[in-house]
């Protein structure tokens, strides 16, 4: 009987050659497949929702059956929280993970349906999204059911919304409307029966909204319904018991005008997530934003707030530094000790009987327990008789640790803390129970962990000059995206200037693990495109160009950190890497001084010069004067607030976007831009801005009549860059030239360049 692994959750499988879909001979092993593999996906869009199943045992050609409640012997692991309805409690499971999905698998629960709402903590929270379901009637194709999805969608656009559509897998359509603001299912339910029964008005012969099945016939039946807190829709990219394995498929505009438009199987799927990622991405929050509010879902659970002096948040704290532990005496029925490493946004928490070892030879017990919240790292006194873990709790140990490893069947760190100083591998042996041990082979001096997630230092716009080679060295300020890639066991992880992995994004970059071979190593530099002349350009890389990444500083590398050292030695380790890894490339520094480095970049049509000083450290994520760049023309970031509608060849389009930067918390606006958009860019960024759109303008403050004329408003999410003369009297954009979308920066982030 094969047994799966994923993170601290094992499954055991079973029948995995039955065949569940006779028709292509999907197997259930295949079912187990296609779920692990969309889970990324897949997981958004059903976190933190009671999960209903439909079953299959015997195959699609067998009784199925709906599941609701969650059997006693289901895996302990499982999420779940209960609700109390009229005539019956029941126990939901909570799908959040890659593990919770195969168990979907195993069951033979083809499809999973899930509310329109969310739980808040362990009650039923409100409705996150409203779901639309055209039902074609007799006689009625999937195109006529494409054309009522558009009329759906141009309706909730009035009201500000955008609309994502989903092949159903069965016979019609689903569209999903997120909600910016949370309603309660009735009110959700409202809105949807307000907008399907107007469309019935407007489109009799084509629109139903009634429920009866004998007025179907020949019309599309938009189902309002499923809004109702006690329906529930089959999930986006759930398998369906039909003949084949179809699947509730997101799906573009465009396609919804093919009029050859069919249902998606489970591979078809695959395909089109790995190739372009989750089209429903702006449906729902991403998973990690999800998890650090579920975190702590089971260690909420087990405590009364009102019965426990312990810490019972409602959510994940916000952040922390993320590098303190804590150690606790805790006597309950018997004395022992808990270990909790701060770990994203939570305590990682192990239950210790004996305490950590004291000596390498000796190897302790640790059973992993629900992570517990950042609160906890002070918490002390003593927990009640008849709660969870009735006994006295006090601080034993605390400090802070560098985690040189950290997988899902061990962790080794390093603790700096009051009592304990050492360093101390945990090893997963089975299920929740795991090994404290103290290495003995103690981290060599000037060696470290692997450093992740380090952010990039930064330069200060100014005047170099002035500066002198003796002090300063001159580099090129390249013209693409600044990113940090880690290449460590084999493998590439790349990183925007804002944290954001964007790895998936540039897969050639890939060959860097190849090129650096046999070395851990982070590099700082940046992502560009070269044109004809070997001119680096941004608006080439946005549009396809083939991506290149120009290494210009070193900050690990082979178990030493380099972020102490001085520039000069940083960049001679720089040099001696890329000269014995050929395919690593290592732009050159400019000789001479400032004036005569500026002048160099502008003979070679550079975008300009960063002079770095040569005793500089590398502070990462801030920005000071050991870095200073000075640029040939002028740059800004800036987020896209609206548009005006384009006219003549430029119908169906925009003519101008309305462009804005943020001081403080306010979104001021700096002008607007109509020029440096192709036929490509006119089309895909008109695309982006109308399921952007709202009603009322995003600025702070009163833009313009000449400006605002005919204005529409979007959600102020899109960051681009422009070029531009100079800035005016007044704080706008004089002469500006569009560049390209800027997907590496929050929109929260763009300040005035000067700034």
């Not at 195109?143 to 656009?157: G, K, M, N, P």
């Not at 860097?512 to 890389?541: K, M, N, R």
Request: net charge neutral.
């Amino acid at each position: 009987m094969p047994t799966r692994t994923f993170g601290d959750s094992r499954l055991k499988l079973t029948n995995l050659d039955k065949v569940l879909y006779p028709r292509t001979g999907t197997t259930k092993g295949e079912v187990i497949d296609y779920y692990v593999a969309i889970a990324d996906a897949m997981l958004p869009h059903v976190a933190g929702r009671a999960g209903t199943r439909k079953r299959w045992p015997n195959g699609v050609d067998d009784q199925a059956f709906f599941e609701k409640n969650l059997a006693a012997h289901a895996p302990g692991w499982l999420d779940r929280r209960t609700l109390h309805h009229k005539q019956r409690t029941v126990t939901y499971p909570l799908f959040d993970s890659a593990a919770s999905l195969a168990w979907l698998g195993q069951q033979a629960a083809l499809e999973l349906h899930v509310p329109q709402w969310r739980f808040a903590a362990n009650t039923q929270g409100a409705a996150t999204r409203i779901v639309f379901d055209l039902d074609p009637g007799e006689g009625v194709a999937l195109s006529e059911c494409a054309r009522v999805a558009r009329l759906v969608r141009d309706t909730v656009a009035e009201l500000g919304w955008t609309a994502y559509p989903v092949t159903s897998g069965s016979k019609g359509i689903h569209l999903y409307v997120p909600l910016e603001r949370p309603l309660q299912s009735g009110g959700a339910s409202t809105v949807a029966r307000t907008v399907a029964t107007n469309l019935e008005n407007l489109y009799p012969d084509l629109v139903t909204a009634t429920m009866a099945k004998a007025a179907r016939g020949g019309r599309v039946f938009l189902d309002w319904s499923q809004n109702n807190a006690a329906k529930t829709t089959v999930a986006p990219y759930s398998l369906r018991g039909r003949d084949q394995p179809w699947v509730a498929a997101p799906r573009t505009w465009d396609e919804l005008d093919d009029p050859g438009l069919s249902q998606l199987r489970f591979d078809q799927v695959l395909a089109r997530v790995e190739a372009g990622g989750d089209l429903l991405a702006e449906l729902d929050p991403p998973l990690s934003v999800q998890d650090r509010a579920d975190t702590l879902a089971e260690y909420r659970g087990k405590r009364d707030a009102s019965r426990t002096p312990e810490p019972v948040p409602d959510a994940v704290a916000a952040g922390g530094p993320g590098n303190r532990f804590v150690i606790q005496e805790h006597r309950a029925r018997r004395l022992h000790y808990d270990l909790r490493l701060e770990r994203d946004g939570v305590l990682a928490s192990w239950a210790v009987p004996k305490n950590l070892p004291d000596e390498p030879g000796r190897n302790h017990l640790a059973v992993r327990t629900e992570d517990h919240p950042l609160e906890y790292l002070t918490f002390h006194g003593t927990i009640p008789k008849g709660e969870y873990g009735a006994g006295t709790m006090t601080v034993w140990d605390t400090g802070t640790y560098v985690a040189e490893k950290w997988r899902d069947d061990e962790v080794i760190v390093q603790l700096r803390g009051r009592r304990l100083q050492g360093r101390y591998a945990l090893i997963r042996t089975e299920g929740t129970q795991w090994l404290a041990h103290l290495m003995k082979d103690q981290a060599p001096s000037g060696a470290g962990p692997f450093p992740r997630d380090l952010a990039p230092m930064l330069a200060t716009l100014g005047d170099v000059t002035d500066l002198d080679e003796r002090d300063w060295a001159f580099e090129g300020k390249w013209d693409g995206i600044r990113a940090v890639v880690e290449v460590h066991d084999g493998g590439v992880r790349i990183r925007s200037r804002s944290g954001r992995d964007i790895t998936a994004e540039y897969p050639s970059l890939g060959i860097l693990a190849q090129v650096l071979d046999g070395h851990d190593a982070v590099l700082d530099g940046e992502i560009v495109a070269f044109d004809p002349h070997q001119v680096t350009s941004f608006p080439l890389l946005q549009s396809g160009g083939r991506p290149a990444f120009l290494a210009f500083d070193i900050l690990y590398l082979d178990g030493v950190s380099l972020l102490r050292k001085p520039y000069s030695d940083r960049r001679r380790v720089l040099e001696l890497l890329g000269a014995a890894a050929p395919g690593l490339q290592v732009p050159d520094t400019l000789s001479g001084n400032g004036t005569e480095a500026l002048e160099q970049s502008i003979d070679r049509g550079w975008e300009g010069v960063v002079a770095k000083r040569r005793d500089s450290v590398y502070l990462p994520g801030k920005r000071g004067t050991a870095w200073i760049k000075a640029k040939n023309w002028l740059t800004q970031e800036v987020v896209v607030a609206g548009y005006r509608p384009g006219q003549g060849v430029r119908s169906g389009t925009f003519g101008a976007l309305l462009l804005g930067v943020y001081e403080g918390d306010d979104l001021v606006f700096v002008g607007r831009v109509g020029s440096g958009f192709d036929d490509r860019t006119l089309t895909t960024l008109t695309a982006s801005l109308q399921r952007l759109r709202r009603s009322t303008s995003p600025f702070a403050e009163h833009i313009p009549t000449a400006d605002a004329r005919g204005a529409v408003w979007v959600t102020p999410r899109l960051v681009g860059e422009v070029r531009f003369q100079s800035w005016t009297d007044g704080g706008r954009l004089r002469h500006p030239i569009w560049r390209g979308l800027r997907d590496d920066i929050e929109a929260s982030d763009v300040r005035r360049a000067d700034s």
